[in-house]
């Protein structure tokens, strides 16, 4: 988090933040939806800049169904998830598809009205990203992954 004089800026989107977003699966656009129905935390696999030097992010959502196939989901420890203030239930994160926005965008939620830190929950550490990065590469080798881009 940035603090510019007085005001505070959004946190800097980097690998392994967790955020506060409405994410939208694949399914739901695919049947005409453009808003995600629930907030939930994502977790930042990749900051990147355009050809005009604007932000994007790709995220990757957090759930507490178990995943189908183990391969495509790595799980949040206990201790981790209560570091980031989640909640206690089981959860994944999960690897067959990601949202990719331009940062901050409309779709980021904060949990204090206000306050645009509040967007960020906290990091992810490095052996989970780590553990995440490496599925997910192998996930996108087997073109396994689908991204679902955002608009404004």
Not at 20 to 27: H, K, P, Q, S, V
Not at 77 to 91: F, I, Q, V, Y
Not at 123 to 131: D, G, Q, R, S, T
């Amino acid at each position: 988090m940035k603090s510019m004089g007085n005001r505070v800026s959004f946190p800097q989107p980097v690998a392994g933040l967790v955020i506060r977003y409405a994410y939208l699966w694949g399914e739901e656009q695919q049947r005409g939806q453009e808003e995600g129905r629930k907030d939930r935390p994502c977790a930042v696999i990749l900051a990147t800049t355009d050809e005009n030097g604007d932000l994007i992010v790709t995220v990757l959502p957090v759930t507490h169904t178990p995943p189908a196939n183990p391969a495509l989901a790595v799980e949040i420890p206990h201790a981790t998830k209560r570091r980031l203030g989640l909640d206690d239930e089981r959860s994944w994160i999960v690897l067959a598809e990601a949202n990719r926005f331009s940062w901050p965008g409309p779709d980021l939620r904060f949990a204090h009205a206000g306050d645009l830190a509040s967007v960020a929950y906290g990091e992810l550490p490095a052996v989970i990203l780590k553990e995440v990065k490496t599925k997910l590469a192998q996930a996108l080798t087997a073109r396994l992954v689908r991204v679902v881009p955002r608009t404004e």
